[in-house]
């Protein structure tokens, strides 16, 4: 959650990206401050995808100022990659190796020595509980245990910023709370989340949400302030008033 003192983590500035004519990213401007909980919500096409991957340096706007985590995104996108996280809905571990496995590679991608991977590893798996898991195949492991893994090893270098793209898409409703609660403790450390989802619900979460539509940022508040503003009982129902719309 928000914390008393905070640094803008996300800044961008008319961030435009165009493919030929067609234009995905049209005008954005915001920020996302430290430890805040980000949602980024809008319907396939919105242009929350193209949007992430110009954060995180994957992806070139084609015009605007951005910076992520203090550095450029024209310039210094080596840099933003390694200080943030970074879970993807569809691939985000190795099924063909063990948990040990992947959290020692994915450590080593992140610059972390070894003795840090090792005693971060214990940390990470014992506060899973899943220290009798640690030479399984992430394969054998059930969706949620693999979802609540991935957003550890995302965070297992403390980075300033972490992009969670869908996390709870298709687990059950208690691993989401589950993993709602791993968000909580990040977000409290200093961690920025910058998450999209699908679940209306999970808006309610965030400290601030922000809807686009057609490539263009239509509303960006809080809940409750978004949930006043359309007359909405949920945010269920400020979506579908603002797309309608």
């Known amino acids: 959650m928000q914390q008393a003192e905070q640094i803008v983590v996300i800044e961008a500035k008319n961030l435009t990206k165009k493919f030929g004519n067609f234009v995905a990213n049209d005008d954005l401007t915001f920020q996302v401050l430290s430890g805040e909980i980000f949602g980024f919500l809008g319907a396939n ?5 193209t949007t992430m991957r ?10 605007g100022e951005i910076s992520v985590a203090g550095y450029d995104v024209y310039t210094e996108t080596e840099k933003i990659k390694r200080n943030i996280g970074y879970m993807s809905q569809k ?19 992140y610059g972390l020595s070894r003795r840090t991977i090792r005693r971060r590893a214990d940390e990470l798996m014992e506060k899973l509980e899943l220290k009798h898991a640690r030479n399984m195949l992430i394969s054998s492991f059930p969706l949620g245990w693999k979802q609540k893994l991935a957003f550890s090893i995302a965070i297992i270098h403390d980075p300033k910023l972490v992009f969670l793209d869908e996390p709870t898409s298709g687990v059950d409703p208690i691993t989401r709370r589950q993993f709602w609660d791993l968000i ?41 302030k978004l949930k006043l503003r359309y007359d909405a009982e949920d945010m269920n129902e400020v979506f579908l008033k603002i797309a309608r719309a």
């Open 54 to 63: 110009i954060l995180c340096g994957l992806s070139t706007p084609t015009s």
């Open 45 to 49: 096409g919105a242009g929350k995808t």
């Open 91 to 109: 691939f985000s571990l190795y099924e063909d190796i063990t948990m040990y496995e992947n959290i020692r590679l994915f450590g080593g991608i």
């Open 184 to 224: 909580y403790e990040a977000s409290f450390n200093g961690i920025t989340i910058f998450v999209t989802t699908h679940y209306m619900d999970e808006a309610e979460y965030c400290d601030r949400v922000s809807i686009m539509v057609d490539g263009r940022i239509e509303a960006l508040d809080t809940p409750r």
